[in-house]
């Protein structure tokens, strides 16, 4: 778990961060989402120490981050940027052996490791390996700078605006990729983010944070349900919340019994993409298929909108 | 689709070209004769100058050499036609330095002219051009270097030019062109390296502290401007005060006039370029690169030998360029504090107005300075290797 307890940063007389708490639960994605300018950069810098907090702490599993050699800390949690900041005199397997190298594995482990995270982020390592990162495209340039931060098994990845170089439909499947990649591995990520729509669609809890505060920590339907005050409440998006709400209601949550024509949707997709399909097709409802593609009742516009407002 | 291009067609370069050997083979003397070594000259022709059929055909040839500059496109048949010009032209210098000189006269001298100048910077020009069209790559371009040194080296060699009055004024000071060669290639090389091994370090503590780079810069550029006599000059005083005052100083060869203040000078002059390529390569080292390198927890060293050096070095060997360049032209003015090297001959020269003398130190001079500056831009192509460009 990692607590951020108190963290505050000065520079001269403005507060950039001030008293922001929380904690990261184990195998969970964090998202720091506010307006640019907010601190959030600052906040993320300050649990790998790449800025020392003016006050407060980071205590990683309990351990308090200060009593950690700071080179040795940031070995140990992965760092990803905009940008990725590549190397580009290094090819694709150095630039991902680099932490690895600086750990002082030994050549096999690292070819090895190398290798296993080329699979793991769809990058033929015959194909990929031996190329500079001016012969990647953008998408493929994030993949390495995700890859190179996980090299170590770090217990904690840290990403700020990570897909923030990227175009939009690259960055809804990097997106995707990430999430797939968090779920197989476990991992511990904060990500900071000004996009709030990354923050719903990745986020496990989202941390909003404006002028240098902490206002709202908690999950992405409380924060639409019950936003900690006006400012969240407009961030959030009030024309926005319905939709955001039934993206994160999964269609098991609004299945009933009985019979519907056409296409089954899978249970696990979200009621926004049943609406949608719904809308286009003009249909009242439609049938349901478990995970072995078995029908098990229906969806309809009646119910799904009945998700779409706050529990009474 | 691309139309086919012609195999010829009109080409402005090669009009230049074509213009500057005709008047080199009809208008301009070829050589010149002098009875001895500072008698005025007399003026030859190509037709005096040679042999009547080596005349003709040293004329056949550059005539072939401009039209194939006016109209052939393939670079591969210019460089090709440069390369049968020079290899006719230059023998036939030495040719012409027999054939005037009188038998058993020692003391006539007999120096290329206007007209053989002209035909070698045509070929040379036209041959430059071609390679460069070829846009050869930094092994071939040092390949190329090689060939052409290789190539006087054997012209030098083979006796063909023996007769020619500037391997005459070599012959009698064989001993001393070497010293002096050594003692040139020591200023200019040995100058480079205490700047490097000195204005490497200051420029990276330049980029880490923004008031040491600005104090630094000031100062050197000020160095910078005082004309190279001046700060020979001014040198002088206090390393003659030091030589006086400090024996150890004194054994060690530091006296006001000579190799140190040369050397110290040249120093100084190399230290800026060094210092602000240093600094201007660390600058454009991508922020994002030095952020990532910091938060994957690589140490300052491991950063400034890993990440930000080899990223700047295209940028630092480049200032290595200048200055090596530089520093090679400038010790000639060495000589004038008695400090040596090929400047010794040009002033001797100048001096006797024995322009064969002069020619003995500013060839050399020239032709180390050119092979620098080809052998440290390839060196800085292959230091951007994979980067992009
Ligand atoms: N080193 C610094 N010195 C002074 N001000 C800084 C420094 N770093 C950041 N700031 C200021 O702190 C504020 C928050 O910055 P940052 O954490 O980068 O915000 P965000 O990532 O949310 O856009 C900004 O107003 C920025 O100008
Ligand atoms: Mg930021």
């Not at chain 1, 680099?98 to 995270?117: F, G, H, M, N, S």
């Amino acid at each position: 778990m990692i607590e951020i307890d108190r963290l505050t940063k000065r520079y001269g007389a403005t507060l950039v961060v001030e008293d922001v708490s929380f904690n990261v639960e184990e195998g969970t994605l964090t998202v720091v989402v506010g307006t640019s300018g907010a601190g959030k950069s600052t906040l993320l810098r300050m649990i790998n120490r790449l800025v020392e907090p003016s006050a407060g702490r980071v205590l990683i599993d309990g351990e308090d981050t200060r009593t950690i050699p700071e080179d040795e800390l940031r070995h140990r949690i992965g760092y990803v940027i905009q940008g990725y900041g590549l190397f580009p005199h290094r090819n694709v397997a150095d630039n991902i052996a680099t932490v690895p190298r600086l750990l002082r594995w030994d050549r096999k482990r690292i070819a090895q490791r190398v290798e296993e995270l080329l699979d793991l982020f769809q990058l033929d390592p015959a194909e990929f390996a031996h190329k500079f990162p001016h012969e990647l495209s953008g998408g493929q340039q994030q993949r390495v700078g995700v890859a190179r931060a996980l090299a170590a098994r770090p217990a904690l990845l840290l990403m700020d605006e990570p897909f923030g170089a990227l175009d939009a439909v690259i960055r809804s499947k990097a997106q995707d990729d990430l999430i797939a990649i968090q779920r197989r591995l476990g991992a511990t990520i904060v990500l900071v983010t000004h996009d709030m729509n990354e923050a719903f669609h990745l986020g496990d809890r989202i941390a909003v944070m404006d002028q240098a505060r902490l206002l709202q920590y908690a999950t992405p339907a409380e924060l639409l349900m019950r936003p900690a005050d006006d400012f969240v409440e407009r961030l959030v998006g009030t024309v926005e919340r319905p939709f955001r709400l039934l993206s994160l209601t999964p269609v098991r949550e609004a299945l009933e019994a009985g019979h519907a024509e056409g296409e089954p949707i899978a249970a696990s997709e979200s009621l926004h993409d049943a609406l949608s399909r719904l809308l286009w097709t003009g249909r009242k409802a439609l049938p349901v298929a478990d995970s072995s593609g078995a029908i098990i009742g229906r969806v309809s516009v009646d119910k799904i909108l009945q998700h779409g407002r706050p529990l009474p | 689709m691309v139309p086919p291009r012609p195999a010829l067609s009109f080409d402005h370069l090669g009009f230049v070209i074509a213009v500057l050997i005709g008047i080199a083979l009809f208008a301009a003397p070829f050589a010149t004769y002098r009875a001895t070594r500072i008698a005025s000259g007399e003026a030859r022709l190509v037709i005096e100058a040679l042999p009547f059929s080596m005349a003709a055909a040293l004329a056949l040839v550059a005539l072939g050499v401009a039209l194939g500059a006016v109209l052939a496109r393939d670079p591969l048949g210019r460089l090709g036609s440069a390369v049968i010009g020079l290899a006719v032209l230059l023998p036939s210098l030495g040719l012409s330095a027999g054939y005037l000189t009188p038998a058993d006269n020692n003391f006539a001298r007999v120096s290329p002219s206007l007209g053989f100048w002209l035909l070698s910077l045509s070929f040379s020009l036209l041959a430059v051009d071609a390679l460069a069209r070829m846009r050869l790559g930094p092994f071939g371009r040092l390949a190329a270097l090689a060939v052409g040194a290789s190539a006087l080296a054997l012209l030098l060699l083979s006796g063909i030019w023996d007769d020619l009055s500037i391997l005459k004024e070599y012959d009698t000071r064989a001993d001393s062109f070497w010293r002096e060669a050594r003692q040139h290639l020591l200023l200019a090389f040995g100058s480079l390296a205490a700047a490097c091994l000195f204005g490497i370090p200051l420029g990276v503590a330049s980029h880490r502290l923004r008031t040491l780079r600005t104090a630094v810069m000031q100062s050197l550029s000020i160095v910078q401007t005082v004309p190279s006599i001046a700060l020979f000059g001014l040198l002088m005083a206090p390393l003659g005060a030091v030589a006086a005052s400090v024996p150890l100083a004194a054994a060690l060869g530091i006296r006001g006039i000579g190799a140190a203040p040369a050397f110290f000078a040249l120093f100084l002059y190399a230290l800026l370029p060094i210092v602000a390529n240093t600094v201007a390569g660390l600058n454009q080292v991508p922020a994002a690169v030095v952020d990532a390198a910091r938060g994957m927890g690589m140490s300052a060293r491991q950063r400034l030998l890993g990440v930000e050096m080899p990223l700047a070095l295209p940028v630092i060997l480049a200032g290595i360029r200048i200055v090596l360049v530089q520093n090679l032209g400038l010790a000639t003015v060495a000589a004038l504090i008695g400090g040596g090297g090929f400047g010794a001959f040009v002033f001797q020269g100048i001096g006797q107005t024995a322009i064969d003398l002069v020619l003995l130190g500013a060839l050399p001079t020239v032709a180390l300075s050119f092979g620098a500056s080809v052998v440290l831009d390839a060196l800085v192509d292959l230091s951007k290797g994979t980067t992009p460009a």
